[in-house]
């Protein structure tokens, strides 16, 4: 077991286990030092006596682990349910608990698949007595995937501390029958595993306090694309197709498609004559000519500022340079950009590529930039070029997008002050990627993830200070679930710091406009 989690132990924290043989399974998997296992009895009466201990009560952290009745259908004995809420059955007797919100649900549900668990997330709930029959179709009426006899009781303490529940399928008819011993003892091995899960949980409750950079998330071009596939869909209704994703992100991709959007990788892919959305990355006018052959109705979405580095890319073209595009090799934008003059253009993606790199004429050189890229390896690679080009000749303004430098800055300033650092994106966005890097960069552990659920609980272990940033593409609704997951936690304080305020606004292609 790690270090911070002994030390987090000493803290006090504690995993209640009802039942005399779920308290052992438990322990087995948790050395003396790493916490208070408390058998509490079983039932309501039981575990409202057990909250009433100095145990409980003065616990920093609460834990609430063991067997239960699975409510969904696709649950198997064996299968585990990490509580989202837990709350008591709708006729409990009075007084009956305040439900509990347990918003780091997602990110020990992570831990727990790492252990080789098959693992759900969602509510539990707590009956007075055994369920069965009727009573248990109305309880998984609830939208509950699980029921037990105590965790609505056993957490509804203090507030405001660190708090979860995790019940482990022991049957799907009701929650222990003499028939169900097998599916019993399947359940009471998985424990060892699931107190290995919730000690990697109490080792990261360290966290105090979450600082979110700002600007972070979505971009006006991000925006603006998003808003284009959505305007084609009102006005043609779906299918719509897009060219790509529309920008990189899974969950905007996610939700687009359930709404009609289809994604394709080619524009031969696409009917002909069907509504087609070019993505937010541009594209090349060998791609444009294709989609006009097959006649298709494109609506362009591409960013304002990079259909800019587009231009540029003609105009360097027309007078007769050789253009420089520092870029990645494959990303969708520096292919566009590419297919403006390929027979005029060298992708160069580091200081390597910038000290080998041929032109035709050294006095007639110009470069580019992709615009996810971070300013520091930006101008690592133009001082190289410079050097051996000091007739190169740059574009009229800075290629990089505001938004890009916008979060690069909050996130160095924020990391700073930060003892880790997650950025929200996922793993084929740029700019995003670029975040983590600067991060890093300024001397702090960073890591990108998807969502709260991408979040290892590993990184947080000891921790007290996470700073949050978002790629251009996350949308806003990640970040809150990020924070929510980390206040679940124990982080008491959230802070905004702005580095810089952004009011910028794209107009809409005429195509969509309204």
Same mark, same amino acid.
């Given at each position: 077991?790690?270090?911070?989690?002994?030390?987090? &132990?000493?803290?006090?924290?504690?995993?209640?286990?009802? &039942?005399?043989?779920?308290?052992?399974?438990?322990?087995?998997?948790?050395?003396?030092?790493?916490?208070?296992?408390?058998?509490?009895?079983?039932?309501?009466?039981?575990?409202?006596?057990?909250?009433?201990?100095?145990?409980?009560?003065?616990?920093?952290?609460?834990?609430?682990?063991?067997?239960?009745?699975?409510?969904?259908?696709?649950?198997?004995?064996?299968?585990?349910?990490?509580?989202?809420? $837990?709350?008591?059955?709708?006729?409990?007797?009075?007084?009956?608990?305040?439900?509990?919100?347990?918003?780091?649900?997602?990110?020990?549900?992570?831990?727990?698949?790492?252990?080789?668990?098959?693992?759900?997330?969602?509510?539990?709930?707590?009956?007075?007595?055994?369920?069965?029959?009727?009573?248990?179709?109305?309880?998984?009426?609830?939208?509950? /995937?699980?029921?037990?006899?105590?965790? !609505?009781?056993?957490?509804?303490?203090?507030?405001?501390?660190?708090?979860?529940?995790?019940?482990?399928?022991?049957?799907?008819?009701?929650?222990?029958?003499?028939?169900?011993?097998?599916?019993?003892?399947?359940?009471?091995?998985?424990?060892?595993?699931?107190?290995?899960?919730?000690?990697?949980?109490?080792?990261?409750?360290?966290?105090?306090?979450?600082?979110?950079?700002?600007?972070?998330?979505?971009?006006?071009?991000?925006?603006?694309?998003?808003?284009?596939?959505?305007?084609?869909?009102?006005?043609?209704?779906?299918?719509?197709?897009?060219?790509?994703?529309?920008?990189?992100?899974?969950?905007?991709?996610?939700?687009?498609?359930?709404?009609?959007?289809?994604?394709?990788?080619?524009?031969?892919?696409?009917?002909?004559?069907?509504?087609?959305?070019?993505?937010?990355?541009?594209?090349?006018?060998?791609?444009?000519?294709?989609?006009?052959?097959?006649?298709?109705?494109?609506?362009?979405? %591409?960013?304002?500022?990079?259909?800019?580095? *587009?231009?540029?890319?003609?105009?360097?073209?027309? *007078?007769?340079?050789?253009?420089?595009?520092?870029?990645?090799?494959?990303?969708?934008?520096?292919?566009?950009? /590419?297919?403006?003059?390929?027979?005029?253009?060298?992708?160069?993606?580091?200081?390597?590529?910038?000290?080998?790199?041929?032109?035709?004429?050294?006095?007639?050189?110009?470069?580019?930039?992709?615009?996810?890229?971070?300013?520091?390896?930006? !101008?690592?690679?133009?001082?190289?070029?410079?050097?051996?080009?000091?007739?190169?000749?740059?574009?009229?303004?800075?290629?990089?997008?505001?938004? %890009?430098?916008?979060?690069?800055?909050?996130?160095?300033?924020?990391?700073?002050?930060?003892?880790?650092?997650? $950025?929200?994106?996922?793993?084929?966005?740029?700019?995003?990627?670029?975040?983590?890097?600067?991060?890093?960069?300024?001397?702090?552990?960073?890591?990108?993830?998807?969502?709260?659920?991408?979040?290892? /609980?590993?990184?947080?272990?000891?921790?007290?200070?996470?700073?949050?940033?978002?790629?251009?593409?996350?949308?806003?609704?990640?970040?809150?679930?990020?924070?929510? !997951?980390?206040?679940?936690?124990?982080?008491?304080?959230?802070?905004?710091?702005?580095?810089?305020?952004?009011?910028?606004?794209?107009?809409?292609?005429?195509?969509?406009?309204?």
């Amino acid at each position: 077991m790690s270090t911070p989690a002994r030390q987090r &132990m000493d803290g006090g924290w504690v995993l209640c286990a009802p &039942m005399r043989m779920e308290a052992a399974e438990l322990r087995r998997a948790l050395p003396g030092s790493a916490g208070t296992v408390l058998h509490t009895g079983v039932g309501r009466r039981r575990s409202e006596r057990a909250t009433r201990s100095a145990t409980v009560t003065d616990a920093e952290a609460l834990a609430v682990a063991g067997v239960g009745g699975g409510l969904d259908v696709a649950l198997k004995p064996g299968d585990v349910v990490v509580a989202t809420e $837990v709350r008591a059955a709708p006729w409990a007797t009075d007084p009956r608990p305040v439900p509990t919100v347990l918003p780091a649900a997602a990110v020990l549900a992570g831990a727990l698949r790492r252990q080789g668990l098959t693992v759900r997330t969602g509510p539990v709930v707590s009956a007075e007595r055994l369920a069965r029959g009727t009573t248990r179709d109305r309880l998984a009426a609830t939208g509950a /995937l699980a029921v037990d006899l105590e965790s !609505a009781w056993l957490l509804a303490g203090p507030a405001g501390r660190p708090a979860a529940c995790v019940r482990v399928v022991a049957d799907t008819g009701a929650v222990i029958q003499p028939s169900t011993l097998g599916h019993l003892r399947t359940a009471l091995a998985a424990l060892p595993a699931v107190a290995a899960g919730l000690d990697e949980w109490a080792a990261a409750t360290t966290v105090r306090r979450v600082l979110l950079a700002a600007p972070r998330s979505f971009c006006a071009g991000v925006e603006r694309a998003i808003l284009v596939v959505e305007r084609a869909l009102e006005l043609h209704g779906p299918p719509v197709y897009v060219r790509k994703q529309i920008v990189h992100n899974t969950h905007v991709v996610a939700d687009l498609s359930g709404r009609g959007a289809v994604f394709v990788d080619d524009v031969d892919d696409v009917p002909e004559g069907a509504v087609t959305v070019f993505s937010a990355h541009g594209v090349s006018p060998a791609v444009r000519s294709a989609a006009a052959a097959r006649r298709l109705s494109a609506v362009d979405a %591409t960013c304002p500022l990079v259909t800019k580095v *587009h231009n540029e890319a003609r105009r360097f073209a027309e *007078h007769g340079d050789t253009i420089l595009l520092i870029g990645h090799a494959g990303h969708e934008e520096t292919d566009g950009v /590419l297919g403006e003059a390929p027979d005029r253009i060298r992708l160069v993606q580091d200081v390597r590529d910038a000290e080998q790199v041929r032109v035709d004429d050294p006095r007639r050189v110009s470069y580019l930039v992709q615009t996810t890229l971070a300013v520091d390896d930006v !101008a690592d690679v133009v001082a190289v070029l410079r050097d051996r080009f000091p007739d190169l000749a740059a574009p009229p303004s800075d290629d990089i997008c505001y938004a %890009t430098t916008n979060r690069q800055r909050a996130v160095s300033e924020v990391a700073a002050a930060c003892d880790a650092m997650i $950025v929200v994106g996922s793993v084929n966005s740029s700019n995003s990627r670029r975040l983590v890097e600067v991060a890093e960069r300024a001397g702090t552990p960073a890591y990108l993830v998807d969502g709260a659920a991408g979040i290892d /609980l590993r990184w947080l272990a000891g921790v007290h200070t996470v700073g949050v940033s978002a790629g251009a593409s996350a949308p806003p609704v990640l970040v809150d679930e990020v924070v929510g !997951a980390l206040s679940g936690l124990g982080a008491q304080s959230v802070q905004e710091h702005t580095a810089v305020s952004e009011d910028v606004r794209f107009m809409l292609p005429k195509e969509v406009r309204q």
